[in-house]
């Protein structure tokens, strides 16, 4: 168990609905990672938070917005979803903003988009 | 920009034999390397990381890898692998500053036979 941990396990849905995945970083971990596992496209960097303010940008399309709260849970909205929007999304976290630390993984949130 | 690239899609071996999975990168400034493995219906967990020192690292489960500079790899190793080796593997990096985003490669699938 890393101690991050991701809700819902497995969703379904239908396209062009929105849907919202929550993130509880391990205690103490203020920097927050999303990534999506697809197995066409393998595993993607979408978007880090620190502390609440986003820090970093990968491929994240307009159509999904994250942010951190001062909780320091993380939330990824998906919206106007499509057939392709289904993969495996996880979050991370690490202690702090530095390069070098371990990132811890979730087990992950399943989408299906039907 | 930094890349990751594993060869390998798939490696297939039987128990006991010696494995190595290759990576390779491609970084314009200086990166930490890392090892994570995925198991079936899990998040990621770290096997071994790079970042300063001795060249070959040790990790959990007896897995090394090796940082070779010249050659921009950090391929891992078991002498002996087992039917519990049976995961995916994935390279990743981090520049050493100026920016927190992993990259990962796009992942090694191991199958140990009987």
């Known amino acids: 168990d890393s101690g991050v941990t991701q809700t819902p396990k497995h969703l379904i849905t239908a396209t062009g609905q929105r849907v919202t995945l929550r993130c509880s970083p391990r205690?103490?971990?203020?920097?927050v990672y999303w990534y999506q596992q697809s197995l066409d496209q393998g595993l993607q960097f979408l978007i880090q938070y620190y502390n609440g303010e986003e820090r970093a940008k990968g491929n994240i399309l307009e159509r999904f917005s994250a942010q951190q709260f001062p909780d320091l849970h993380s939330e990824l909205n998906l919206s106007s979803l499509e057939l392709g929007d289904s993969a495996l999304y996880f979050c991370?976290?690490?202690?702090?903003?530095?390069?070098?630390?371990?990132?811890?993984f979730g087990e992950g949130s399943w989408l299906t988009v039907v | 920009a930094q890349s990751v690239t594993q060869l390998d899609s798939q490696v297939p071996v039987f128990e006991e034999a010696p494995v190595e999975l290759r990576c390779n990168y491609s970084s314009s400034v200086s990166v930490y390397l890392f090892w994570y493995v995925q198991y079936p219906n899990q998040g990621l967990q770290l096997l071994l990381k790079y970042l300063s020192g001795s060249t070959l690292v040790k990790g959990i489960n007896g897995f090394e890898a090796e940082f070779n500079k010249s050659q921009t790899s950090f391929h891992l190793r078991k002498p002996s692998v087992h039917i519990s080796d049976t995961a995916e593997y994935f390279c990743a990096v981090t520049p050493t500053s100026g920016t927190y985003k992993y990259i990962f490669g796009t992942g090694t699938r191991l199958k140990v036979l009987a």
């Open positions: 205690s103490g971990d203020l920097s």
């Open positions: 991370a976290s690490s202690e702090m903003e530095r390069s070098g630390n371990t990132i811890y």
